[in-house]
């Protein structure tokens, strides 16, 4: 039986307190994400924001498991 892919997840607002993100800086954002190897997995609106909330995952790596710092 093959091993089952463990993830790593990113968390990230795009924008500003005074005003949303252009579209530009966001598809900038998430063309530099996909170049890393994150693939979004949600976007939205954060309420009483003017940011969007992105959540992106990619395969958690020998490489990026050293990375990391786990917390605890």
């Known amino acids: 039986m093959a091993e089952a892919t463990q993830w790593e997840y990113l968390a990230l607002?795009?924008?500003s307190f005074w005003?949303?993100?252009k579209d530009d800086d966001l598809e900038?954002?998430?063309n530099e994400l996909?170049?890393?190897g994150w693939e979004v997995v949600?976007?939205?609106a954060q309420r009483a924001s003017n940011k969007v909330r992105v959540i992106a995952k990619r395969p958690l790596t020998t490489n990026?498991?050293?990375r990391r710092s786990w917390p605890g």
């Open 28 to 30: 900038s954002v998430l």
């Open 42 to 44: 949600s976007a939205f």
């Open 64 to 66: 990026s498991r050293r």
């Open 13 to 15: 607002s795009v924008g």
């Open 19 to 21: 005003s949303l993100p």
């Open 34 to 36: 996909g170049q890393d």
